[in-house]
């Protein structure tokens, strides 16, 4: 018998494009294939994102278009994974189309639910019923196991992997949903995040992102040392064939963080980018977001990571039209992007999430044309910022890791002679497009600067 052919889609974060992976190896050992068509597929899976509205209403509607071609494939199962999944559990069962909902913790279950749904013909749900509890022994090594199988099945990057090294979060920042999908922090064994870089790297890994959501305040006491992501980053250094090291995503918070910075200093593996949200630059509103810095003391964060790393990247999160935010608070925002020189900024208009205590206890006073605005406004801002710090790369000579075929088109034919263009990136995270063989997939090499804009860099292969 033919193999059953699985198609996911993923929306969200660089957290969910990793459980994505995992789930693919994962059904691949268990016998499936994996096939890029959606009509091809026996099975469509959705890896869905909670953190906006926005984010859910692209999966409904993503819904509504499975429902149509299964309406001539009636057999086709159509599971929704992840985030969502949690959040609204049986809730998804609801729209017909759906037969599974599997939480972020339910992923190892992936294979058996999709054989008893197929098998059965009945709807599986498999979610966390109290996703704050502490996590249960045996979820915590199923979530390990199924990490540690993890061997880089992404073709297109064949070498660059993600490593999780801590899962949940307890910040609960105010506007967050984070915390409710994903459970209370729990930091992985440094022994069992190191085989796995090793193996990694054995299968011709150079790249590794270590991912959480906080993943500065990663600790885990082991006999009697207490290991930090300073340490985790000095021992992976030592993994040969392993020539980058970045991780995401910071929070501002004082504890570990010169002992980070000075990790990154020491060690020629790890690539000067912090990517560290500040949120708001204004400290009322800081206040109720239950972030717990101040502008200046962020800043200050930001002044002593110069100091240690210089020429260190740094990048920022903002959210916009938190509620009450006055446009004083917003200025002050704007100040703030002024002042950190940031070489990139995400910004995000806020977007009240279900059961979290800003949804719960502040209304969601400002207008959408106002968020908006300052949406636009806070990216000028930033823009002209980015413009003058990628205008400092001009004629100069760069490493990056080359990821491959440019997807569109950025160089005019006449400056790329017989060659494809490729991407590759930067240790500070820049795009970097230049005319090369395919052969450079993978690989490191070396670029001439000769163009710039604000985000991406162009180049000559040298
Ligand atoms: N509304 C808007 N943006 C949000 N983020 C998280 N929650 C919300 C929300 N409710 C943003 C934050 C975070 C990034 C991943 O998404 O800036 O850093
Ligand atoms: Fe959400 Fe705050 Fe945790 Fe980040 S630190 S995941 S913003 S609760």
Redesign the pocket.
């Known amino acids: 018998m033919d193999s059953k052919k699985v198609h996911i889609k993923s929306f969200g974060?660089q957290m969910n494009k990793l459980d994505t992976a995992l789930v693919s190896t994962s059904l691949e050992q268990a016998g499936f294939s994996i096939t890029e068509n959606v009509k091809d597929a026996d099975v469509v899976l959705i890896n869905t994102c909670s953190?906006?509205e926005h984010a859910e209403q692209r999966v409904i509607s993503h819904i509504g278009h499975l429902k149509h071609i299964k309406e001539s494939k009636p057999d086709m199962i159509v599971g929704i994974i992840g985030c969502m999944a949690q959040r609204l559990g049986d809730k998804l069962l609801e729209h017909k189309t759906v037969n599974i909902v599997c939480g972020p913790a339910q992923i190892p279950q992936i294979a058996a639910l999709i054989t008893q749904a197929q098998e059965q013909k009945k709807n599986e749900l498999a979610v966390t019923e109290h996703i704050r509890k502490a996590v249960e022994e045996n979820e915590n090594q199923a979530l390990e196991d199924f990490e540690s199988a993890y061997s880089n099945e992404d073709e297109r990057n064949p070498a660059q992997a993600f490593v999780r090294i801590m899962r949940g979060c307890n910040n609960f920042c105010t506007?967050?949903?984070v915390p409710y999908v994903r459970g209370p922090e729990v930091s992985r064994p440094p022994e069992t995040i190191l085989e796995q870089i090793r193996k990694l790297a054995d299968n011709g890994v150079k790249q590794v992102t270590l991912l959480g959501q906080t993943v500065n305040s990663y600790q885990y006491k082991k006999d009697s040392k207490v290991w930090s992501l300073a340490d985790l980053l000095l021992a992976v250094n030592d993994i040969n064939g392993i020539e980058w090291i970045k991780f995401v995503t910071n929070y501002p918070a004082e504890e570990y963080f010169e002992d980070i910075m000075h990790a990154m200093a020491d060690s020629p593996k790890v690539c000067k980018y912090l990517h560290m949200?500040a949120?708001s630059g204004s400290d009322r509103i800081l206040k109720a977001m239950n972030r717990k810095y101040t502008a200046a003391g962020y800043l200050e964060l930001l002044d002593k990571a110069r100091s240690i790393v210089p020429g260190i990247a740094i990048a920022g999160?903002?959210?916009v039209g938190f509620p009450d935010e006055t446009e004083e608070d917003f200025q002050d925002t704007v100040k703030l992007v002024q002042k950190a020189q940031y070489r990139n900024a995400?910004i995000?208009?806020?977007?009240?999430?279900p059961g979290t205590t800003s949804e719960k206890r502040l209304e969601d006073t400002i207008p959408d044309e106002v968020k908006q605005r300052r949406n636009v406004e806070l990216l000028s801002v930033q823009e002209k910022i980015s413009e003058e710090l990628s205008k400092e790369y001009s004629g100069k000579e760069v490493k990056i890791l080359v990821e491959g075929l440019s997807k569109k088109p950025h160089l005019n034919s006449s400056e790329g002679g017989n060659n494809p263009q490729l991407i590759g990136r930067t240790e500070t995270d820049y795009i970097v497009v230049f005319n090369g063989p395919v052969s450079l997939a993978g690989k490191y090499a070396w670029v001439k600067i000769t163009k710039s804009s604000p985000l991406t860099l162009f180049g000559e292969l040298i």
């Not at 995000?348 to 999430?353: G, L, N, Q, T």
């Open positions: 974060c953190v906006r506007y967050c949903i949200p949120q999160d903002f959210i995400f995000f208009k806020y977007s009240p999430r």
